[in-house]
């Protein structure tokens, strides 16, 4: 087919095109309304406010306003529950209690938890039993290899190096060998200071009682 019969074919069906992308259209931004409205009124009713009182709260305060335009366009586009609900928890903290160091910490909280996957936090959750290594830590093992983490959660098996890798980028993971964090065999790994807070405002959606930890990723 040449070009001349192409665009006939094309002209012929755009109209179908266009009726399609507006239905789509109208889904997602269906879909983005109710995520952020769920999420503001989640984060309302977890710091016993009425819309009016956190809005008010929002706009007067540009850090504040700064993180909460963030995480509502984050959450737009965030299908999975459990992280839309961390955040809500986390803006609502921040908003009782809007001091620099803690709208800090929500950032960094936000920027964590944006693109963390079901396998990110299914490798979390095996490694949130592990304690940290303290700085004058003893001769001693802690942590787990990733190979003893994938035992635990066999669905994780053909993803975990990828995971892992993305879970140490973005600062939830540390080392607990005592040298670098770079994905080498034998080294060990335990969730960092900022994991173990994501992990807790995420495991409080209740995850670990739903999820089949036998079952590939996305399955």
Known sequence: MGPPEAALLAAAG???LVRVFERIAD??????RRRCGEVYIEATDLAAM???ELTDRVL?????????SRVLLDVQDMALRRNRRALARSLAATALEPTPTRIDVALLVRSAIRDLDEGHIRLMAVLSSEPRRPADASPGKYGLMLEEAAQRDPGLSDGAYALLQGL?????VEDSTGGATTLIAGRTYTL??????VFTQLSDEGFEQVIDYTSPIGS
């Open 27 to 32: 889904r997602v931004s269906s879909l983005r």
């Open 50 to 52: 009425s819309i009016e």
């Open 192 to 197: 960092s200071a900022l994991g173990q807070r």
């Open 60 to 68: 007067a305060d540009e850090r504040l306003l700064d993180l909460f």
């Open 168 to 172: 140490l980028s973005r600062g939830l």
């Open 14 to 16: 755009a109209p179908v």
